[in-house]
């Protein structure tokens, strides 16, 4: 299952009002609250062919306690409509994944305030019209279902969606790193509105590599960490100052290449020449710099002494000659 839903609101006991305080910054009475309880995702496969394994399942039921919720994945804090106050796993008796397993969900019990915001979102949910709801978290591990290689290794050449002998290959999330958000979306609206994953190497070294192969190997909505984001930025930033230097260097050798054909080769257009050593690259123009220093080395290399004084011996013996 791809997105989850909203089941229904209900009646909040004693219990849920206690966990409810732990976020709440006053004291709220069950009137002035909206309760209600929702699938966030299951251990199917989604429209990705990805699919949660159980035990990423119960660790994102402890990540998502707490989490907000908003519209459309929407990052403005004036987006924020409700929030998380319980999540757990539970099987669905007699259903199956699409792959054959037990079908496992994460439900959640969530609120938010009943004011004239937050009106016309209630009455929608009640309604049955804002319905579906997805989450965004991060996965440090994805293995293939068929030979349970890491989707990121590239040593897995089987194709997420195909059939393997009869099993439907899908990527196997595990290791939740972080639990982001969830959201409201209108999913026959939006067609990428669905579950979005990034791949973070959950307590070890950020790799840029790694974060290369995930944005690869990405087929929709890719989050990435601080850390990730960070260390890309950083990567931008290197390789950019790199590529500064080098644009200096070329301009050094082009110019430098234009005063060694001048010598070589004086009847040469030197503005025409130039404009061809511009769209040469480095390799290119080294070697024809290479090329006119050996030239001109061998037509300055000095004549040997003895060959001197040979010739300015025979020319001496003219004044013999009648």
């Known amino acids: 299952m791809r997105d989850g839903y909203i089941e229904k609101s209900y009646a909040p006991e004693q219990e849920d ?28 496969i989604d429209r990705d062919f990805e699919k949660f394994s ?4 119960e660790g994102l039921a402890k990540m998502f306690i707490g989490k907000t919720g908003i519209r459309d994945h929407s990052m403005r804090s004036s987006d924020q409509t409700a929030r998380i106050f319980d999540a757990w796993v539970e099987a669905v008796p007699g259903k199956k994944t699409a792959d054959g397993e037990a079908l496992f969900v994460l439900r959640a019990k969530a609120y938010m305030v009943r004011n004239d915001e937050n009106a016309s979102l ?143 080769i004086p009847s040469m257009d030197l503005k025409v020449f130039g404009g061809v050593a511009e769209v040469m690259t480095v390799k290119e123009l080294q070697s024809f710099k290479a090329a006119f220093e050996k030239q001109q080395a061998a037509e300055n290399m000095p004549s040997p002494q003895l060959s001197r004084a040979q010739k300015k011996a025979k020319n001496d013996l003219n004044e013999f000659k009648i």
């Open 122 to 264: 209630i009455t929608d949910i009640d309604a049955g019209i804002k319905k579906e709801v997805s989450v965004s978290c991060s996965m440090a591990s994805c293995v293939c279902s068929i030979c349970g290689e890491s989707k990121k290794s590239g040593k897995c050449n089987h194709i997420n969606g195909r059939e393997y002998n009869g099993k439907i290959c899908c990527g196997v999330l595990s290791e939740p790193a972080d639990a982001y958000e969830w959201s409201f979306v209108a999913v026959p609206a939006q067609r990428d509105a669905g579950i979005t994953k990034s791949f973070d190497a959950a307590k070890k070294e950020v790799n840029m590599d790694e974060i290369k192969k995930s944005l690869k190997n990405a087929n929709g909505e890719t989050l990435l960490t601080g850390a990730q984001a960070r260390k890309l930025y950083d990567y931008i930033e290197e390789k950019e100052a790199l590529a500064g230097l080098g644009e200096e260097y070329k301009k050094a050798l082009v110019k430098e290449l234009v005063t060694l054909c001048a010598k070589s």
């Open 54 to 57: 159980v035990s990423a399942l």
């Open 17 to 44: 009002m206690e966990k409810i305080r732990r976020f709440t910054r006053k004291d709220f009475s069950e009137e002035e609250l909206y309760v209600f309880g929702l699938i966030l995702c299951s251990n199917d």
